[in-house]
């Protein structure tokens, strides 16, 4: 029972480190991949608190060394589903009761352990795991995280100060419960920021959840599972178990508990999910949240007024940072006829000098794809850009998965502007540029908006402001983050609250209070203090 109307700590964006050369945490973090490079560990489910061990091993690698062999992970089914649901079921009303203080105390003390100690351990993990930078690692295993503690918590305190207004002779009160069941959450890859908020953004609010990272970041998501462990997180609040998205999903989409769905990852599993969630609608206790954040075909359009030497740094930036892996990525560009020549040289020399291999080296820009199933999908594209007879390859263009699966950042130029690269996610380093006749700038902001059936970032380059403006009505429903003047990436928790519509998902903004409204179940409550003794009304004298 709480005696008291808490405020929590107004949360402030976690700073950024820079890992220059000679900084203390450049030494401490090289060491701690040193640590982890040299050891191949065991990652078991953690089910009601317990670590599990299957013996259906899987291997993490690392992906730009690929035989290397971080770890083997144990792979749950049908059986560790139904134990994890139990467990679940079993920790919500002991969880749900407890003060909402206690719960956010949990995440601000996780906020406060990966900000310090556990810092070097989830960034190296990321790093070997997902092949990151040490400063995409930086901004999502670290900042972005302790971020979405931080903020979550505050959110969560404005939500429950959302209250009604009360008549004479009457309270009016509305509580915020948790859902009536668990929440399935499916993390992805290319995000350890978002394979932590997945599970914790609706445990805060109260509920319980089975969580499914992707098989290819059970590395940093065993690690995530220490964090929550030591910061205090109750046994069965979260448990966590990888394996196959059919043998973990079928047996808890199956079930009459769920109670939502928290995803990101692609359109094609997302609707695959959400079509078995329909044919099981007869057999749930209540109507399943869903909540997901799908693919994208993400833009830049400049104008011809646009600075071409910006444009450039935001496509090399927004295109090939993490290897073009990103949601947010930028993977078609529309340039006008006037300002190409310097944008194409300039796209060409400084493409063709990017470093890539090995992350642990810190003067390389890019690591590798995630696996040998992106690899052969970059290559795929590539390849048949080479021989098309309606698109070039500007820059790039080699692939080599001889130690790693390397893809050299890539720009294809094409003047078809239904060319499948144009249209269709690729998911990788690879930037598809079509140049426009600068005259046709509005014919080509309807291009843009009707190419592609995703609709999650977007940016216009332009120092015309009617230009600009007419970017943001035209293309109003293309994006769900719009950036004016910069990449389309790199949204920040508490400033630009992510997600996109259409093919990319339920836009339910993560990094806002508007997700945290996902994982609630108001209930209104009305006191009278001096209830009627008359069923008669005045107008029946």
């Known amino acids: 029972m709480s005696l008291a ?43 009601a608190g317990k670590d599990v061990r299957t013996g259906r091993l899987g291997q993490a690698t690392m992906p730009h060394r690929h035989k290397h062999v971080l770890g083997d992970f144990h792979q749950g089914g049908a059986t560790e589903v139904r134990s994890a649901i139990d467990a679940a079921l079993r920790a919500q009303k002991d969880w749900a009761a407890l003060p909402w203080e206690a719960r956010a105390s949990v995440f601000l003390k996780a906020a406060d352990l990966l900000a310090g100690p556990y810092r070097d351990t989830l960034n190296a993990a990321t790093m070997l795991g997902q092949s990151k930078t ?22 969560y305190e404005q939500l429950l100060r959302e209250q009604p207004q ?22 992805p890859f290319n995000f350890t920021s978002i394979a932590g908020n997945l599970p914790t953004a609706p445990a805060l609010c109260g509920n319980t959840v089975v969580w499914k990272p992707a098989s290819t970041a059970v590395y940093s998501a065993h690690f995530l599972m220490q964090l929550f462990r030591e910061a205090g997180l109750p046994d069965g609040v979260i448990n966590l178990v990888s394996g196959s998205g059919g043998d973990v999903g079928d047996p808890v989409l199956n079930d009459p508990h769920l109670a939502g769905i928290h995803f990101t990852g692609s359109t094609k599993v997302f609707h695959q999910m959400w079509r078995t969630v329909g044919g099981n609608i007869d057999k ?22 646009a600075d071409p030497v910006a444009l450039a740094t935001a496509l090399i930036r927004g295109a090939f940072e993490y290897q073009g892996q990103k949601c947010s990525a930028a993977s078609r560009a529309y340039i006008p006829s006037n300002l190409w020549p310097t944008v194409r040289d300039a796209l060409a020399a400084q493409v063709e000098g990017i470093r890539m291999g090995d992350v642990a080296d810190f003067s390389n820009f ?14 795929a594209a590539i390849d048949e850009a080479k021989s098309a007879s309606d698109a070039e390859i500007l820059v790039g263009g080699t692939c080599d998965d001889r130690e790693g699966w390397f893809v ?19 998911f990788g380093p690879v930037l598809t540029v079509h140049v426009y006749d600068e005259a046709k700038w509005l ?82 409550i009305k006191e009278t203090f001096v209830p009627a003794t008359d069923y008669r009304y005045p107008f029946m004298g």
């Open 443 to 524: 014919e080509t902001l309807d291009l843009v908006d009707s190419t592609s059936p995703y609709a999650l970032t977007g940016a216009v380059f332009a120092q015309d402001r009617y230009a600009i403006e007419q970017g943001l009505q035209r293309l109003r429903n293309a994006a769900g983050n719009f950036y004016i003047n910069d990449k389309p990436t790199g949204a920040v928790v508490g400033q630009q609250p992510f997600g996109g519509a259409r093919a990319s998902g339920t836009n339910d903004k993560a990094g806002s209070i508007l997700n945290l409204l996902r994982w609630i179940s108001p209930r209104s």
């Open 134 to 155: 040490c400063h995409q690692a930086e901004i999502d295993s670290a900042c972005e995280l302790i971020d979405f503690f931080r903020f979550n918590v505050a959110f």
């Open 284 to 305: 749930y206790r209540g109507y399943p949240r869903l909540v997901g954040e799908t693919g994208g075909k993400d833009f830049v359009i400049a104008h011809a007024s």
């Open 366 to 379: 890019m690591g590798a794809v995630i696996d040998g199933a992106s690899f052969r999908t970059q290559k």
């Open 408 to 426: 050299r950042p890539t720009v294809i130029v094409t003047k078809n502007p239904a060319y499948r690269t144009l249209c269709e996610e690729l």
């Open 5 to 47: 109307i808490s405020k929590v700590p107004v949360p402030v964006n976690e700073p950024v480190k820079s890992y220059a050369p000679g900084s203390p945490e450049r030494a401490s973090l090289q060491a701690r991949l040193k640590e982890l490079s040299a050891s191949k560990i065991d990652m078991p489910l953690v089910i």
């Open 166 to 187: 009360s008549s004479p002779g009457m309270w009016n009160r509305l509580e915020h419960r948790p859902l009536e069941g668990f929440v399935f959450a499916v993390s």
